[in-house]
C-alpha cells in the first residue's frame, strides 16, 4: 500500500517552511526549489517527468547508480525477512559484509595488517568514533586537521572541519590544530608538497604539546572544492605525525569505493597505509550506512567500554552495502570512472581554454570540479558567477552542487555508472551554462 502522499511543489513547501527546523529548512541552493520523483542509474526524473543527467549523486551517497536493482533486491529481501537486528544478536549479513569490505584493504608487508570494523550510521558518527580511538590508543588528545577539509555534522567532526560556515558558534571540542592544505592551485604555500609537511611539523611544535593523536585527511577534499593530496603529501605527513606518537585517519567518505579511478581508495594514490579508515556515503548507494576500518590493535584500545551505535551493523544497510560491493567488482565501475572521469576532464580542459572564468579544472576520475575566478591572474573567486552558471546547468538539466569555501567551485561527483554519451550531454550543458554568462 502506497503512502499518500501531495507531490505538489506548493505543497511540499508549505509544509517543509511550516514543519522542518530551521537547520534542517535552510539548505536550497536553487533560487527556485525541485522535486525528483524518480532516479535510475545516473538519471533523475522531476516531478514534471523533466529528466536530468545527475552529476552529484545526491551528494555522493549514488555510488553504482540510482535505485540499483541489485542493491535494492538485496535490500528489500533482507528488510522483509528481518529488518533491524541490535548487535547483541549474532547476524551474518553484517559479519561477512565487514570481511568483504577488510578484503577490499591492503594488507602490507607480509600480510600483516589485521583490519576490523565498526559499523555506524553515518559518516560523521565514523569521524567521532576515529577520534575517539585514536586519542584513546595513543593516549594523546591533540588532533591535527586540513584547513578546508569537512568531516560531517556531529561535534567531533565539526571540530575537525576547516570551512567556517560548516561549523557552528557552539563550544566545539578542543584539542584541534589546523594545517594549511596543500591545494595547488591557490594553497597558501604555493605548488609543491614539502612546504606543507613543513606546515605539519611546526604546527605539532608550536600548536600541541609535541605529541598528537593523529591527523585526520580527505584524499580529495569533496566540500572543499575537489582539492586533491599531491603525490607524496599523505605519506610524508603519515611520518611526521606518527614520529610524534599520532595516526594518520584518512577520511574516504567522498573518494572511496573506487570513484577516483586508478584505484579502490583515494589514499592508494601514494604510498602509504593508513591507520585508520572512514567510509559512508557510497558505501550504502542510499541506504543509511557508514564504518570505521581500524588496524585491530588500535581498535582494540576501546574494547572495555560501551560504545553502541544502535542501527551500526544493520542487516538491511549491511545488505545493500554488500551489493554495492559486487555491482563495482562486475560491472567494472572502477575502471569505468577512470576512462569515463578521464574523457569528461578533457572536455573541461577545452571548455577552460575558452572561458576565462574557468580558472581551474581538477580532479581524476569522476570526482572533477571547475573552479570559477573574476580574474585568472588575481584567482579571486567568483561566487555570483559561479551561481549563475549553476542556475544555467539546472535550466540545461544538469544536476551538480556548488563547493568549496567560497562556493565558486562546481563539483561533479556522478553515480559510476556515467558514461561517454552522458560526457557529450554533460559537456554540452557546460558550454550553454558558460556560453551564456560570458558571450
Ligand atoms: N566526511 C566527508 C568527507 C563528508 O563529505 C561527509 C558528508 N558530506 C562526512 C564526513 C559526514 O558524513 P554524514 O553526513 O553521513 O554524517
Redesign the pocket.
Known amino acids: 500500500m502506497a503512502l499518500d502522499c501531495d507531490w505538489t511543489l506548493e505543497g511540499t513547501a508549505r509544509r517543509r517552511n511550516r514543519y522542518y527546523a530551521a537547520s534542517q529548512r535552510k539548505f536550497v541552493p536553487y533560487a527556485d526549489p525541485m522535486i525528483f520523483r524518480k532516479g535510475s542509474m545516473q538519471y533523475l526524473w522531476d516531478v514534471a517527468g523533466g529528466k536530468y543527467t545527475d552529476l552529484l549523486g545526491m ?2 551517497c549514488i555510488s553504482v547508480g540510482h535505485s540499483h536493482p541489485t542493491v535494492v533486491e538485496a535490500a528489500m529481501e533482507q528488510a522483509r525477512e528481518l529488518t533491524h537486528c541490535t548487535t547483541m544478536f549474532y547476524h551474518p549479513v553484517p559479519a561477512h559484509f565487514a570481511q568483504e569490505l577488510t578484503q577490499t584493504l591492503p594488507k602490507g608487508p607480509g600480510e600483516a595488517i589485521e583490519w576490523v570494523v565498526h559499523f555506524t550510521n ?6 567521532d568514533l576515529s577520534l575517539n580511538m585514536a586519542r584513546g590508543f595513543t593516549g594523546h588528545a591533540d588532533m591535527l586537521a586540513l584547513r578546508t ?6 561535534l567531533g ?1 565539526q571540530s575537525v572541519t576547516g570551512i567556517a560556515s560548516f561549523r557552528h558558534p557552539v563550544g566545539m571540542p578542543g584539542h584541534v590544530a589546523f594545517v594549511a592544505e596543500p591545494n595547488q592551485y591557490r594553497g597558501v604555500f604555493g605548488v609543491g608538497v614539502a612546504p606543507y609537511l613543513d606546515d605539519i611539523e611546526s604546527t605539532i611544535q608550536s600548536a600541541t604539546g609535541g605529541r598528537v593523536a593523529g591527523i585526520i585527511i ?1 584524499p580529495v ?3 572543499g572544492g575537489i582539492v586533491e593530496m599531491p603525490r607524496g603529501y599523505l605519506k610524508g605527513a603519515a611520518e611526521i605525525v606518527r614520529a610524534a606518537g599520532g595516526l594518520l585517519i584518512i ?1 574516504e ?2 573518494s572511496g569505493f573506487g570513484r577516483t579511478g586508478d584505484h579502490m581508495w583515494g589514499f592508494q594514490c601514494d604510498d602509504v597505509i593508513p591507520d585508520i579508515i ?1 567510509m ?2 557510497g558505501i550504502g548507494n542510499g541506504f543509511p550506512l ?1 564504518a570505521v576500518i581500524a588496524r585491530k590493535n588500535i581498535a582494540e584500545a576501546m574494547a572495555d567500554r560501551f560504545m553502541f551505535h544502535t542501527y551500526g551493523a544493520n542487516p538491511t544497510s549491511c545488505a545493500a552495502g554488500r551489493a554495492v560491493l559486487q555491482v563495482i567488482g562486475e560491472e567494472g565501475l572502477q575502471e569505468n570512472s577512470r576512462v569515463v572521469g578521464a574523457a569528461l576532464l578533457e572536455r573541461l580542459k577545452d571548455l577552460q581554454s575558452r572561458y576565462g572564468s574557468i580558472g581551474d579544472v581538477r580532479g581524476r576520475g569522476l570526482m572533477l570540479a571547475i573552479e570559477i575566478v573574476k580574474d585568472r591572474r588575481t584567482k579571486e573567486p567568483d561566487p555570483n558567477l559561479t551561481m549563475r552558471v549553476f542556475e544555467n546547468c539546472r535550466a540545461g538539466k544538469l544536476v551538480l552542487s556548488k563547493s568549496g569555501p567560497h562556493r565558486s567551485v562546481l563539483r561533479m561527483v556522478p553515480p559510476m555508472c556515467l558514461n561517454f554519451d552522458d560526457v557529450e550531454t554533460v559537456s554540452d550543458g557546460l558550454e550553454r551554462a558558460f556560453a551564456a554568462v560570458e558571450n
Request: net charge negative; aromatic share 8%.
Open positions: 551528494n555522493v553515518s559518516g560523521g558518527e565514523a569521524v577539509g569537512y568531516h560531517g555534522p556531529t567532526a580527505e577534499q569533496g566540500y577520511d567518505v567522498q572512514i559512508a556515503k557508514g
